[in-house]
């Protein structure tokens, strides 16, 4: 918009990482806080979804969806199967090291 970037998604093949079919995971979405709830996440999501079908991908795979999550609306919208639940978690570095 305006030449500034008003939203991503981010997202790899999935081949061979999750399942043995040719799977595409999209990652992370984000929409400007300024243009939420104007569709574009929808946008976003069915342009990515379309460009994987067309490069031979059979199987999209929603990555770190929170319930919580703008995000999880969106995927929901699909009817998706739930393959996996994870948590992530975080630890500080002191000195270079975990320890």
Do not use: C
């Not at 969106?74 to 975080?90: D, G």
């Amino acid at each position: 918009y305006n030449n500034k970037i008003i939203g991503f998604m981010l997202g790899f093949s999935g081949l061979n990482a999750i399942s043995n079919e040719k799977s595409f995971v999209m990652k992370t979405i984000a929409v400007n806080s300024n243009f939420r709830g104007l569709g574009l996440g929808t946008e976003l999501y069915q342009r990515v979804a379309n460009i994987a079908y067309n490069n031979g991908f059979n199987k999209l795979i929603g990555a770190l969806i929170h319930e919580d999550n703008v995000s999880y609306k969106l995927t929901k919208k699909y009817s998706p199967i739930v393959i996996s639940e994870y948590a992530l978690y975080t630890k500080e570095v002191q000195n270079g090291s975990i320890w």
